[in-house]
């Protein structure tokens, strides 16, 4: 199941990067290359921090295919999309609820701390975002106001406190993904905001 999901969150991610390429009506290799590095950014840069080179996708190219797959078909089926900022929310809220238990067992799995753990899994989460965001030249989503990073922390403590009590691997992965998507829904829906600073620009 831990595969599944990876694969999954892959294709989410890789749409919700083809969806924001296509609205900035980037040329096919462009798009390509946004839904790429969305989809397996946090990945990459988990990997790198705790050593495990090559990363994952170079040892593994159905992740590969999986991307060209997801890109192709948000390509084709990018007309028959009403609500494309709907649409790209919601794949990034499925990849963001993914990504965030792969990154945690992963840190789980390397035996680090579970403070490390909780990193790993928003690092894996949000940062493919993060460089999505940056080549399109937008804010990422996890600079603003907006429940997001804060959803992984969430789900990554929920993750790590279930496997305390020896709750079945599988249906801890289906619990932890579905708080960290309805987090974020609902922090959305609600209008559900952390608080910002504002500079004091009185001379």
């Not at 892959?10 to 989809?39: E, Q, R, Y």
């Not at 965030?100 to 894996?124: F, N, R």
Request: hydrophobic share 55%; with cysteine; net charge neutral.
């Amino acid at each position: 199941m831990f595969y599944s999901l990876d694969l999954l969150g892959t294709i989410a991610f890789a749409v919700s990067g083809t969806l924001t390429a296509i609205h900035k009506k980037f040329d096919p290799f462009g798009v390509f290359i946004i839904a790429f590095a969305t989809a397996v950014g946090g990945g990459t840069l988990r990997d790198i921090l705790i050593g495990r080179t090559p990363v994952g996708w170079m040892l593994d190219l159905n992740y590969v295919y999986a991307i060209i797959g997801a890109t192709i078909f948000a390509i084709i089926i990018r007309k028959k999309i009403n609500y494309l900022s709907t649409s790209l929310f919601l794949f990034d809220t499925i990849g963001l609820g993914i990504f965030t238990i792969i990154g945690t067992e992963i840190g789980v799995q390397q035996d680090l701390h579970p403070i490390i753990c909780v990193a790993l899994g928003v690092v894996s989460a949000t940062f493919g975002g993060v460089i999505r965001d940056i080549l399109c030249n937008e804010i990422p989503v996890i600079f603003h106001k907006e429940i997001y990073a804060s959803a992984c922390i969430v789900g990554a403590i929920t993750f790590l406190a279930l496997s305390t009590f020896n709750v079945p691997v599988n249906i801890n992965y289906i619990i932890t993904s579905l708080i960290v998507i309805l987090i974020r829904l609902i922090s959305v829906k609600f209008k559900l905001s952390l608080p910002t600073f504002i500079a004091d620009t009185k001379s």
